[in-house]
């Protein structure tokens, strides 16, 4: 068994910087995600994506250039081949195209309703896609994920209310000011900003699928920078050695995994 385990992790133990394609710092652009991204207010930046590139560095001696943008313009680099990995990613078919995606253990990442208690509190997907009074605010190009609420972003830009913004931070302002009534959102990020807005008194939040799995996100490596060859030691060494380690600083930033979330 100790020979197996031996065989399995030694070409990582073994493995420079060059094998996973770090002979020059490694492009990531990050963006304000509630506890996944965030920074304080001397500038400091916290997070459980900024720890699992933190313990990245540490394994592979990898070093990385940061930058922080919104999510819309992250994309448009990413392909164009200006940015090198991209961290709390939803997989889709056109950014496959771009770059091959590696899923992460996340959870507290499935988006539930953050709305005013000024308004009545929808029970139902049938009841939140019928409420007369909402008017929604989401991120510019985001895809939240389940069909309910593409259907419930569609309704709300045909009947000329939904307001969009370039970043989640942005959004959760316009709820401050009344410009909106609800948002979507998941507890990654509402644990962090309900509280920075002083909005933890004055909204709820509704999950409308309390028992289904989290959404599959994880990172993102540019065709255009890494070879097949080398996603494959990321691959081995973000599903080996690091998963345990990233469960831990999740756990940190979260408390333990719900039961329907655990990965």
Known sequence: ?????????????????????CNRPVRADFFPFGLAYWRDDAGQQHGSDFELMQAIEQETGCRFEVSEL?????????????????????????????????????????????ISRQLSRPATVEALLAHPQLKLGVVRSYRYGEPFWEQLIGQQRQRGVLVEAPDLESVYRLLKLGRINAL???????RLL??????????????????????????????????????????????????????????????????????
């Open 70 to 114: 919104s999510r819309v313009l992250i994309w448009k680099k990413f392909a164009a081949g200006q940015t090198d990995l991209v961290l709390s990613a939803l997989p889709t078919a056109e950014r496959d195209r771009w770059g091959h995606f590696i899923a992460l253990p996340y959870w507290g990442n499935r988006n539930q309703l953050v």
């Open 184 to 190: 979507i959102s998941a507890p990654m990020s509402y």
């Open 194 to 263: 309900l509280p920075r807005f002083g909005l933890q008194n004055q909204v709820d939040t509704v999950d409308f699928s309390p028992d289904a799995p989290p959404l599959r996100a994880g990172l993102y490596l540019s065709h255009q920078r890494f070879s097949p060859a080398e996603i494959a030691r990321w691959e081995a060494l973000l599903n080996g050695p690091l998963q345990e380690r990233f469960k831990s600083i999740l756990t940190r930033h979260l408390g333990p995994a719900p039961l329907a979330e655990q990965p």
């Open 1 to 21: 068994m100790k020979t197996l385990l031996w065989l399995l992790l030694c070409p990582l133990l073994l493995a420079a910087p060059a094998d996973y394609g």
